[in-house]
């Protein structure tokens, strides 16, 4: 990511729910994956295995490296809604 990229607020509603919708069912069983306080109470596990290469699981294709950028920025921001 780009410095003009990281100075760039990500929104929550935005950026993030968006990404992660396509995974939603299959992580409902745990938590809803387009619900903020439920993607923010486990960000940094979820990074964790996004980095990892472990999420999402197989079928889904993994997430590019700006969109891994993007969720750690969303993070690192505070968690902006």
């Known amino acids: ?7 760039v607020e990500v ?3 935005r950026d993030i729910a968006p990404m992660f919708k396509l995974y939603r069912a299959a992580m409902l069983w745990r938590f809803d ?14 990074l964790a295995r996004i980095r990892s290469g472990n999420m999402p699981p197989p079928p889904y294709t993994p997430l590019t490296e700006q969109e891994v950028a993007r969720f750690a920025a969303w993070i690192e921001q505070g968690f902006p809604d």
């Open 33 to 46: 994956m387009t619900k903020h306080e439920d993607v923010k109470a486990h960000a940094r596990p979820i």
């Open 11 to 13: 929104s929550f509603e």
């Open 1 to 7: 990511m780009s410095d003009a990229e990281a100075s």
